[in-house]
């Protein structure tokens, strides 16, 4: 069942997720490997490297509401707990800011230290 949620998402993917794969995928950031819609069960991440064992997720507008931010963390915490770090980016970041969301990507994979990881999308420019 995850497998063929995924596969639905592939398929009706947003448009920044749409931009964005069309940067990561075929190796084309740094060399390094990005599966979309990938399946941790009870989640699918937007992007995944098994390699770093980093997910890319990408937020829209709900997102910025109490009850999501809410569900997002505890998403977070789970994933976390499996040894996967979570990157997050707002949907506008991709639009405005490709070559910096790609900058940050690059910068918190070569760095691993907590310090360094974005687990929460920027306050600035929150939606879309």
Do not use: C
């Given at each position: 069942?995850?497998?063929?949620k995924a596969r639905d998402l592939r398929k009706r993917q947003t448009e920044a997720e749409k931009l964005l794969w069309s940067r990561v995928r075929n190796r084309?950031?740094?060399g390094l490997?990005?599966?979309?819609?990938?399946?941790?069960s009870p989640?699918?991440?937007d992007f995944?490297?098994?390699e770093y064992k980093i997910?890319?997720?990408?937020?829209g507008n709900p997102h910025g509401h109490d009850n999501q931010?809410?569900?997002?963390?505890t998403r977070t915490a789970y994933l976390e707990k499996q040894d996967i770090r979570v990157i997050r980016f707002w949907n506008n970041e991709i639009f405005e800011n490709l070559e910096g969301v790609l900058e940050t990507i690059l910068r918190d994979i070569n760095d691993p230290s907590p310090?360094?990881?974005r687990s929460a999308p920027s306050p600035i420019g929150r939606g879309t």
């Amino acid at each position: 069942m995850p497998n063929e949620k995924a596969r639905d998402l592939r398929k009706r993917q947003t448009e920044a997720e749409k931009l964005l794969w069309s940067r990561v995928r075929n190796r084309q950031l740094g060399g390094l490997k990005f599966r979309r819609q990938h399946p941790v069960s009870p989640y699918i991440l937007d992007f995944y490297n098994e390699e770093y064992k980093i997910a890319i997720e990408l937020d829209g507008n709900p997102h910025g509401h109490d009850n999501q931010i809410k569900k997002d963390k505890t998403r977070t915490a789970y994933l976390e707990k499996q040894d996967i770090r979570v990157i997050r980016f707002w949907n506008n970041e991709i639009f405005e800011n490709l070559e910096g969301v790609l900058e940050t990507i690059l910068r918190d994979i070569n760095d691993p230290s907590p310090d360094s990881l974005r687990s929460a999308p920027s306050p600035i420019g929150r939606g879309t």
